[in-house]
């Protein structure tokens, strides 16, 4: 995890547009860098370093010697360097994963090189010899990346929005900033003067499909059909598949133990890969909650089962409260679900940072979207619709679950990684009849729980413990995070305010004091940028005015059960 600055064709001063990648020296606390393009004065790569891998020639922009005209600016891990590497006869420079996308562009171009990429990125390749600029991202956005780009060739690309919007450009009073998108690159031509024109922007991979890079990779061999058994043995090869080649790092694994399915079964395989890697410290587990709340005495129970170094943040609503505006400024979103559950992984990355050495942290993300994890898909109307459903989940994970995921964490340096959202794990799940997939029994994400029945993992009442929304989990039933929210925004938010809402904010006005709320601190942070949200994350198939778990018929609570 590290932050990513360009630009190119800047008609400013740089060492003053330089200032701006100083607001994203949070995601690499390690070092940083500036560095201008050869025989182009007005082009400049800024990076902020989270050394994780290869300590000593991990600085970016990455060059070697063998390919001179080539500059790499990145963010992210490649897992299956080492296999591209000894599988072409590739000659490395440095220990950096990195390193492969130089290659394999050599070698095949832009789309055999993002298509051969097992891992999360984003990335900015300057090849000054054929006089181009790309962009990429990995397929769901597990890394970020923003641009802005003026009518005159002016462009500017970073890991996080926070790093654009100050920029200066003479001609472009107003620089419109936009998220990358996911599961594309894009091929822009570099002119003499510096700037740039779009050529193209080519989705390359679609989720569904198994990837490229699954024809070099050494997973087992999965066995063919739908049979229940053979599904359930072909899922648990993938996951433990997904998250042994995680383990890829020279600083110490953590990981966020919320004591429900998913971050559990992250959990308890993380540990198991460990132990079978011979790694010699204990798995730090983390969980956070206020007193009584279920996620802590959930997590204490994973962690006693698995036998991890497990610590508990304890934390208030007034902590919580006063953290909102730094979670929605390091966020650069006002959706409320988001805003809500972030307050939570904010605080207890937090502590990580300052209480431990654990820098690369595991979670359970993605799974929801992917396994069709939340309450409201007991409402289906119909496997199909209920696929359709998970694959929308998943196409705008970006600008919910997984921006929490990074932003929360980046924020304190540390670096996520999530093996729900493994590529090959993934697009063997999709592929699966959309029967399979649903909830059955009255109990979401059946077929995930019912393929780790007999593996002794984590307890059995952990494994079938229904659905917490994480925002509601981490307080307790009496008095949930929802409601201590409602409470203080009451007097925060009055009527006159809503019912001015519509006027004031036309585009996404929010319907409740609490989204009104919000709204005001994001358009404090970032005015006029309204638009990086499209819309608000809502659940599907019921008339809900807000996204909280608990308002749904179907929630059941530990306290009720």
């Known amino acids: 995890m590290c932050g990513i600055w360009a630009l190119f064709g800047s008609d400013d001063c740089l060492s003053v547009q330089c200032l701006s990648a100083m607001k994203i020296a949070h995601r690499g606390p390690d070092a940083f860098r500036f560095e201008n393009v050869n025989g182009y004065t007005n082009c400049c790569f800024g990076f902020h370093r989270l050394a994780v891998v290869d300590p000593l020639f991990g600085?970016?922009?990455?060059?070697?010697?063998?390919?001179?005209?080539?500059?790499?600016?990145?963010?992210?891990?490649?897992?299956?360097?080492?296999?591209?590497?000894?599988?072409?006869?590739?000659?490395?420079?440095?220990?950096?994963?990195?390193?492969?996308?130089?290659?394999?562009?050599?070698?095949?171009?832009?789309?055999?090189?993002?298509?051969?990429?097992?891992?999360?990125?984003?990335?900015?390749?300057?090849?000054?010899?054929?006089?181009?600029?790309?962009?990429?991202?990995?397929?769901?956005?597990?890394?970020?990346?923003?641009?802005?780009?003026?009518?005159?060739?002016?462009?500017?690309?970073?890991?996080?929005?926070?790093?654009?919007?100050?920029?200066?450009?003479?001609?472009?009073?107003?620089?419109?900033?936009?998220?990358?998108?996911?599961?594309?690159?894009?091929?822009?031509?570099?002119?003499?003067?510096?700037?740039?024109?779009?050529?193209?922007?080519?989705?390359?991979?679609?989720?569904?499909?198994?990837?490229?890079?699954?024809?070099?990779?050494?997973?087992?061999?999965?066995?063919?059909?739908?049979?229940?058994?053979?599904?359930?043995?072909?899922?648990?090869i993938l996951f433990n598949n997904a998250v042994?080649?995680?383990?890829?790092?020279?600083?110490?694994?953590?990981?966020?133990?919320?004591?429900?399915?998913?971050?559990?079964?992250?959990?308890?395989?993380?540990?198991?890969?460990?132990?079978?890697?011979?790694?010699?410290?204990?798995?730090?587990?983390?969980?956070?909650?206020?007193?009584?709340?279920?996620?802590?005495?959930?997590?204490?129970?994973?962690?006693?089962?698995?036998?991890?170094?497990?610590?508990?943040?304890?934390?208030n609503s007034e902590e919580g409260i006063q953290a909102l505006d730094e979670v929605i400024f390091s966020l650069e979103t006002y959706d409320i679900t988001t805003v809500r559950a972030s307050v939570g992984m904010y605080l207890i990355s937090k502590y990580i940072r300052k209480n431990t050495d654990s820098v690369v942290i595991f979670s359970g993300e993605g799974s929801d979207e992917l396994t069709q994890g939340y309450i409201y898909f007991h409402k289906a109307p119909s496997?199909?619709?209920?696929?359709?459903?998970?694959?929308?989940?998943?196409?705008?994970?970006?600008?919910?679950?997984?921006?929490?995921?990074?932003?929360?964490t980046a924020a304190h340096g540390l670096e996520l990684r999530v093996p729900f959202l493994d590529h090959r794990f993934s697009s063997y799940y999709l592929s699966l009849p959309p029967e399979l997939r649903i909830p059955k029994n009255g109990i979401e994400k059946h077929l995930l729980r019912e393929t780790f029945e007999d593996s002794n993992l984590i307890p059995k009442e952990i494994l079938w413990r229904p659905k917490e929304a994480f925002s509601d989990g981490i307080t307790s039933v009496k008095n949930s995070w929802f409601k201590i929210l409602q409470e203080y925004i009451e007097h925060q938010v009055d009527d006159a305010m809503m019912a001015n809402a519509a006027q004031k904010y036309p585009f996404n006005t929010p319907k409740t004091k609490e989204g009104y709320y919000y709204r005001q601190i994001f358009e404090r942070h970032y005015p006029g940028r309204a638009y990086w949200l499209s819309h608000y994350w809502m659940p599907k198939w019921i008339n809900a005015t807000d996204p909280s778990a608990r308002t749904l018929t179907h929630y059941k609570s530990a306290a009720k059960a």
């Open 244 to 315: 042994k080649k995680r383990l890829m790092t020279d600083r110490r694994i953590g990981c966020l133990l919320s004591g429900g399915l998913d971050s559990s079964l992250v959990a308890a395989t993380l540990l198991k890969q460990m132990k079978e890697d011979q790694v010699q410290y204990p798995l730090q587990t983390f969980a956070i909650g206020m007193e009584d709340s279920p996620d802590l005495l959930a997590a204490r129970k994973v962690a006693n089962h698995i036998g991890s170094e497990h610590h508990e943040v304890l934390f």
């Open 383 to 408: 496997p199909e619709k209920a696929e359709e459903e998970s694959e929308r989940l998943l196409r705008e994970l970006y600008l919910f679950d997984v921006l929490r995921a990074d932003r929360t």
């Open 59 to 236: 600085m970016q922009p990455i060059r070697v010697r063998k390919y001179p005209y080539l500059w790499l600016c990145y963010n992210g891990e490649i897992y299956n360097h080492r296999k591209m590497q000894q599988h072409f006869g590739f000659e490395y420079q440095t220990n950096v994963d990195g390193e492969i996308i130089l290659h394999l562009y050599n070698k095949g171009g832009i789309e055999q090189t993002v298509s051969m990429l097992d891992g999360v990125f984003a990335f900015i390749l300057l090849d000054t010899a054929n006089k181009k600029v790309f962009l990429g991202r990995d397929t769901y956005g597990v890394r970020p990346l923003f641009k802005t780009m003026a009518e005159d060739g002016f462009l500017a690309v970073c890991s996080e929005a926070k790093g654009l919007v100050t920029l200066k450009h003479s001609s472009t009073p107003f620089l419109k900033v936009e998220p990358f998108l996911p599961g594309h690159y894009e091929v822009l031509d570099l002119k003499p003067n510096g700037k740039v024109a779009s050529v193209e922007m080519v989705k390359y991979h679609h989720y569904r499909d198994e990837p490229l890079h699954a024809l070099y990779d050494n997973v087992e061999k999965l066995f063919p059909g739908f049979e229940i058994e053979t599904v359930k043995n072909n899922i648990r």
